[in-house]
């Protein structure tokens, strides 16, 4: 009504442009997750290969293979994206049990900032993670659990396939994550979000997954004070 249709071609513009460089970041980005995984053994040795300027293209263009997959299950930049977004929030999920987990097993470790309420803070951090992921809808949640599964099917493989015994004690510490897992699918096809069957409404929600938090919680911190005594019998041993 104002004329400003100029203004309308500049937003158009800046929505194409801007988003390259998140896609350059992420490139890079993502390249070194997978010349990490390399390195500790859990893809090819082949992604650890540097061309001259230091920079692992086999595992970029790995990234990008990987990517053009991706369209199959998500025909739209939406759904796309919802699912990224939830990968990145269920990363996130594991900073806060780390967080505690940490001082667990490291308690004297020296740190220049000590965050009080640790406890507290990191079971909040926890729910607002779930609730996130709850928020994106189990048309989003269950494509997610087939991504991670899939992945974690690799990890039990590789941990079990390997000799190291602390490779044995990693799997032992992640096993709350199948529980984990399995709940986050339940609750979102129970819930109201994006194709859920409406069972667990809007409002219950909040309390149902506050719940399904604390139980998640407590059940990742004693694993984690399992694994952490099974290593100092073990080195105990190793010692005599």
């Not at 009504?1 to 350059?24: E, K, M, R």
């Not at 859990?42 to 692992?56: A, I, Q, W, Y």
């Not at 990145?88 to 780390?98: K, R, T, W």
């Amino acid at each position: 009504i104002l004329g400003f249709t100029w203004l309308v071609i500049i937003i158009y513009g800046d929505a194409l442009i801007s988003p390259f460089g998140t896609a350059f970041i992420y490139t890079a980005a993502t390249g070194r997750v997978n010349y990490a995984m390399s390195q500790i053994g859990f893809f090819s040795p082949g992604f650890k290969k540097l061309n001259r300027h230091s920079v692992p293209m086999r595992a970029i263009l790995f990234n990008y293979v990987v990517g053009l997959f991706l369209f199959l299950p998500f025909p739209g930049w939406q759904t796309m994206v919802s699912f990224i977004i939830s990968c990145f929030v269920i990363s996130y999920c594991v900073g806060p049990l780390s967080l505690v987990a940490l001082r667990k097993s490291h308690p004297l470790q020296e740190r220049p900032f000590r965050l009080p309420c640790a406890n507290f803070f990191a079971v909040l951090a926890f729910y607002i993670c779930n609730l996130l992921v709850f928020w994106t809808g189990w048309q989003t949640v269950y494509h997610l659990l087939i991504a991670m599964l899939i992945g974690f099917a690799v990890f039990i493989y590789r941990s079990m396939k390997s000799e190291d015994k602390q490779e044995h004690w990693q799997w032992r510490t992640a096993r709350w994550l199948i529980p984990y897992l399995m709940g986050v699918g339940i609750i979102s096809y129970l819930g109201s979000f994006g194709g859920g069957i409406n069972v667990i409404k809007f409002g219950t929600d909040f309390i149902v997954i506050a719940v399904f938090t604390i139980i998640v919680y407590s059940a990742a911190m004693r694993s984690t004070r399992l694994n952490i005594t099974e290593a100092e019998n073990a080195l105990l041993i190793n010692s005599k």
